[in-house]
């Protein structure tokens, strides 16, 4: 969603602004702009679209030393020049950008404009800069004016504030949205994700909910809300900066999908010892295992779909309840959770508002909480009880994958482990282990297969619809296949499960529909074979994904999958449908890593 970033040195600005902005522009946006401060006035600039219309628009004399800068993704108001940040104060003497969603912004607007306030936007944002304003002509001390802004506001914000009262600092406050600081010879920055500073430093410090810090040239401030100095928690980033570029490939998400074995191979480095599963971060947790009567695998989107996965597997080796929500259900749904609850989180960015939300209320209930995550000290990683983290490294691309096929992994080690701790023996570990420590290998033989898929992406040329099929475990493949497809390449993909097709489904299907079938599970192939006959024998165009031994004579595109344990299938069966949508992309002329409407992180609910 929206990007940050903010910068005061020893330099200008602007190209730390700039090149950071384009670190973010993965997240989506509609809309840029910057603002630059020299002594007298503040200078902003923006414009609808990409960074490469704002770059067009900046004048000359741009050498000023701070400055802040946004990319915005519409959410109140069209995306347009007047609705795009940094926004100002009446007079010019405050710039604010700001990420998130002030949910209390009429009726602050309304007070506002009752004093006389005037607005020129549609944005919830401006309320920030105007409120700012009156209290600091109430009192003219920025810090003052910031706590006392930061407190009328409800909601969500990353924010960061310049003026010319103090034209070499940058105020930067932060609640349930990212925001990263860092610090160099260059200058002191900050960020609405590390990518955005990776070229000027890898110690990173997250600035945490309700906390504000001070930027100035060459000092960095942090404080809780109620104005005291905080402790600086700073992290090392072990990625380079290459990490966070296409690196010869043409898009992020192809290059991605290339790095799912180097992936995984991390994610499960150091797991196993024998049939002993080494989570020390679990181990760690003391918890009364026995006491646990049932598990909720919740998350959005493409996690989500890792969830109804595990949330399988959790059944089949722990033979206990688990049940599996979308994170924006799970929050309304008053769940009934408790003490005896445990709540598995899982998020790529660990920055989900929803996700978040759900972590919240489970939290209040006393359950137990897990945390899956990619990003190293994300909100959501930091407050649950435990966090284990994939290690797909920074995912750039806006649709998922590295950081799908990691969750798939890691939520397997993690259920084996719990299976584990309530005393029960998975029946064939030792084989399964040996096939998790081969599955790199099986994601390198399985990438073989990317000129067929992009062969049989072709099918979908002139098809406006497509339909992805499997039964049990198959099935969040079929979720994932059926996601990937609509993301990127905007042909319309529904999932079902195959024995429900006759039900309903199966009118849709005619002459060369297009149907994606997963049949990896032995115990459940035969079953979906027959149901993807009744697609052939109304036209349909199947291609059938399936293991080494499935008699499948009938059907004119097999694709099979190395030998490996079934319930390890569905991780090179997602490796095909990423292929399979990102070709398909293609063949339309697509913008396959930023997708319209679409943002890497969605951190508004
Ligand atoms: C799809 C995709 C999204 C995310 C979802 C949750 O390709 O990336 O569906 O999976 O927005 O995001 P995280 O995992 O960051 O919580």
């Given at each position: ?12 600005a ?8 384009s670190?973010l ?7 840029a702009?910057?603002t ?42 069209v ?7 940094p ?46 304003d ?15 802004t ?31 600081l ?67 490939y ?86 009934a ?9 899982v ?5 989900t ?53 990691t ?6 080690v ?13 029946k ?7 096939d ?6 099986v994601i390198?033989e ?7 898929m ?11 619809d497509a ?5 049990q475990?198959?099935?969040?493949t ?58 052939v ?5 199947v ?8 008699s499948?004579?009938?059907?004119k595109?097999?694709?099979?999958l190395?030998e ?28 396959i ?13």
């Amino acid at each position: 969603m929206c990007g940050i970033t903010g910068f005061t040195g020893k330099q200008p600005a602007l190209p730390f602004l700039l090149q950071g902005l384009s670190k973010l522009e993965y997240r989506g946006y509609d809309s840029a702009g910057v603002t630059l401060v020299n002594s007298k006035k503040l200078r902003t600039w923006k414009t609808k679209g990409r960074l490469s219309e704002l770059e067009k628009v900046l004048s000359d004399d741009l050498d000023q030393s701070c400055g802040i800068g946004h990319t915005r993704w519409a959410t109140h108001g069209v995306p347009s020049n007047m609705n795009a940040h940094p926004h100002m104060n009446r007079g010019n003497t405050i710039s604010v950008v700001h990420n998130g969603i002030v949910e209390n912004y009429a009726a602050l607007k309304k007070e506002l404009l009752d004093e006389g306030y005037e607005f020129h936007s549609d944005t919830d944002s401006e309320v920030i800069v105007q409120l700012l304003d009156y209290y600091y002509r109430k009192k003219p001390v920025m810090k003052e004016a910031l706590m006392r802004t930061c407190r009328r506001l409800e909601g969500s914000y990353a924010l960061c504030v310049t003026s010319v009262y103090e034209p070499n600092t940058i105020y930067v406050a932060k609640k349930e949205s990212p925001m990263v600081l860092g610090q160099s010879a260059e200058g002191t920055f900050c960020a609405s994700d590390a990518p955005a500073m990776l070229e000027y430093t890898k110690e990173i410090m997250p600035l945490q909910d309700g906390q504000f810090a001070i930027l100035n040239k060459d000092s960095l401030e942090v404080f809780e809300a109620d104005g005291r100095p905080a402790e600086k928690k700073w992290i090392h980033f072990p990625y380079d900066v290459q990490a966070a570029q296409k690196g010869g490939y043409d898009s992020f998400m192809l290059k991605e999908i290339h790095e799912q074995p180097g992936a995984i191979r991390e994610t499960l480095r150091g797991r196993f010892r024998g049939t002993k599963v080494i989570l020390p971060q679990i181990d760690k947790l003391n918890a009364d295992w026995d006491s646990i009567r049932e598990t909720w695998f919740i998350a959005c989107g493409t996690a989500y779909h890792a969830c109804i996965y595990a949330s399988g597997l959790y059944q089949r080796y722990t033979g206990k309840p688990a049940f599996v929500m979308p994170a924006s259900e799970f929050r309304y749904c008053d769940p009934a959770v408790g003490p005896h609850t445990l709540c598995i989180f899982v998020s790529q960015s660990g920055e989900t508002a929803d996700t978040l939300a759900a972590l919240k209320l489970a939290r209040a209930k006393g359950c137990l909480t897990i945390a899956v995550v990619n990003v190293l000290g994300s909100s959501i990683a930091r407050q649950t009880d435990a966090v284990l983290y994939t290690a797909a490294g920074p995912e750039i691309a806006v649709a998922s994958t590295k950081a799908y096929t990691t969750q798939l992994v890691l939520l397997h080690v993690l259920v084996l482990k719990l299976a584990e701790l309530f005393g029960i023996k998975v029946k064939g570990i030792s084989a399964l282990i040996r096939d998790l420590k081969r599955l790199p290998d099986v994601i390198e033989e399985t990438l073989q297969k990317e000129p067929v898929m992009k062969k049989c992406a072709k099918m979908l040329k002139d098809q406006r619809d497509a339909y992805f099929i499997g039964r049990q475990l198959d099935y969040p493949t079929a979720l994932e296949g059926a996601l990937k497809l609509k993301e990127i390449s905007y042909v319309h993909a529904d999932a079902y499960y195959a024995g429900e097709l006759k039900h309903g489904p199966i009118a849709l299907i005619e002459k060369n529909t297009v149907v994606l079938a997963m049949a990896t599970q032995p115990e459940i192939a035969a079953k979906t074979i027959s149901n993807i006959k009744e697609t052939v024998a109304r036209g349909a165009r199947v291609i059938l994904v399936t293991d080494e031994e499935m008699s499948a004579e009938e059907f004119k595109y097999v694709i099979r999958l190395p030998e490996i344990c079934p319930s390890l299938r569905p991780v090179p069966a997602a490796v095909l449908t990423q292929l399979f949508a990102y070709y398909a992309a293609k063949e339309k002329g697509c913008d396959i890593d930023k997708p319209r409407n679409l943002a890497k992180s969605v951190t508004v609910e």
